[in-house]
């Protein structure tokens, strides 16, 4: 058998320049040199592993150690998914190797004070041109909620399809009408490459700023900057011209228009903003520290040991 190398970190396109997402249920996904395979009973496809974002496995998929051995080295986030990709299970290790943004991000999410303005900086980016800078967080959900249902009437008056409310039935998905149902693949396929990317810049999809308690919380906040541009108009559009397959075609509209838009390039932008830190990425790097009080961290690997008659080696 033939061994094989791993890729090598520094060749691995930056998160910002892969493609979306591939869904893949009913089928064996193995490894072929550096491509991924999946294989029913039409036949077999290949796709570049470094050039996905995620891979998201549904029903019916059965993986191969050799496969995720290869989706590891690429820094490709595999998350594993319920029917028509609705529901998360589990995802597998992201491309960061540094904690530089996730502890940003803690000790942003830790303080009130700036967890709240991270939380103007999130209602910044979708009230264009308005002043929040002296809202309180009952101000920004208010106003919030006035623009997102002002977004549904538009796309409703647009696309001739009634709207009354969302209704999601996380446990029974055709309880649904046809409209929330293509709202619920829309979202879903979302929050996918919304959850890769945060995991992927080694962020927590738990610690969020606007939502809280929920292990995808942050996945939440970052995702509902770009529904009203993407995920609600697909889905009336979806469900008004009454397509058959009505979960894959939102689907795949959804991994479209994230590519036209740019939605993981933005993705990336706004999260290194909101943790007010630089968009730099050396995926090479891989250094362990020792936490110190006085100093913050000290270089790892070496030997602290010293006798009371020593001076410290700090």
Not at 249 to 257: A, I, Q, Y
Request: charged share 25%.
């Amino acid at each position: 058998m033939t061994k094989l190398l791993p890729v090598p970190v520094t060749t691995l396109p930056r998160v910002q320049d892969r493609m979306t997402f591939l869904y893949l249920e009913h089928c064996v996904v193995h490894r072929e040199d550096g491509a991924l395979t999946a294989k029913d009973e039409r036949g077999i496809i290949h796709v570049p592993a470094a050039s996905l974002l995620t891979v998201l496995l549904g029903p019916g998929t059965s993986i191969s150690h050799q496969a995720m051995s290869l989706l590891g080295e690429c820094g490709t986030t595999a998350i594993w998914v319920g029917e028509n990709s609705v529901r998360y299970y589990a995802h597998g290790r992201s491309l960061a190797s540094s904690t530089r943004l996730l502890l940003e991000q803690a000790s942003r999410v830790s303080s009130p004070q700036k967890r709240l303005r991270v939380a103007r900086q999130m209602y910044c980016m979708r009230f264009k041109n308005e002043d929040v800078s002296g809202l309180t967080m009952q101000q920004l959900r208010g106003r919030e909620g006035a623009r997102i249902r002002a977004v549904y009437r538009d796309n409703s008056k647009r696309t001739g399809i009634p709207w009354g409310r969302r209704d999601y039935h996380p446990d029974d998905f055709d309880a649904s009408d046809p409209i929330n149902k293509a709202l619920s693949a829309a979202h879903a396929a979302l929050y996918g490459v919304v959850h890769s990317v945060i995991v992927a810049l080694g962020c927590s999809p738990g610690l969020g700023f606007v939502h809280t308690g929920h292990e995808r919380s942050f996945v939440y906040d970052i995702a509902d900057l770009y529904k009203a541009d993407t995920t609600i108009p697909i889905a009336f559009d979806v469900a008004a011209e009454e397509m058959e397959d009505l979960t894959g075609t939102t689907r795949r509209r959804v991994r479209d228009k994230v590519f036209e838009l740019k939605i993981i390039e933005t993705a990336v932008r706004d999260i290194h903003q909101l943790l007010g830190t630089e968009e730099m990425e050396d995926l090479s790097v891989n250094v362990v520290s020792l936490w110190d009080y006085q100093h913050q961290q000290v270089a790892g690997g070496s030997n602290y040991a010293f006798t009371m008659d020593d001076d410290p080696p700090w």
